[in-house]
Nanobody, 119 residues
Framework: QAQLVESGGGLVQPGGSLRLSCAAS????????MKWYRQAPGKERELVAT????????NYINSVKGRFTISRDNAKNTVYLQMNSLKPEDTAVYYC????????????WGQGTQVTVSS
């Protein structure tokens, strides 16, 4: 009964901000690397940001560096993606992913939340 539920998506103007949340349940959240992916229509899903199980290390694709911030609150079993200075090319469905590691072969996915950046 592992579950990830994203929220916080919506329609924003270019230059605006959104904060996505992903609430986890049914597994030990603190054992997992958390990731945000996105997929735009007609494009492959791409990894946007990752954060280590402790929250000490975060990584981003170059196109979002300086604009997006991934964070997590292990006490709340929640990972966040703060998105600032949004651009139309950020428009996509954003997915939350929990990854135990290749040796474990355990991953969980959320259902996705739509982010649309448009005037």
């Amino acid at each position: 009964q592992a579950q990830l539920v994203e929220s916080g998506g919506g329609l924003v103007q270019p230059g605006g901000s959104l904060r996505l949340s992903c609430a986890a349940s049914g597994f030990t959240f603190s054992n997992y690397v958390m990731k945000w992916y996105r997929q735009a229509p007609g494009k492959e899903r791409e990894l946007v940001a990752t954060i280590s199980s402790t929250g000490r290390t975060a990584n981003y694709i170059n196109s979002v560096k300086g604009r997006f911030t991934i964070s997590r609150d292990n006490a709340k079993n929640t990972v966040y993606l703060q998105m600032n200075s949004l651009k139309p090319e950020d428009t996509a469905v954003y997915y939350c992913n929990a990854d135990r590691g290749a040796a474990w072969g355990t991953q969980y996915w959320g259902q996705g939340t739509q982010v649309t950046v448009s005037s």
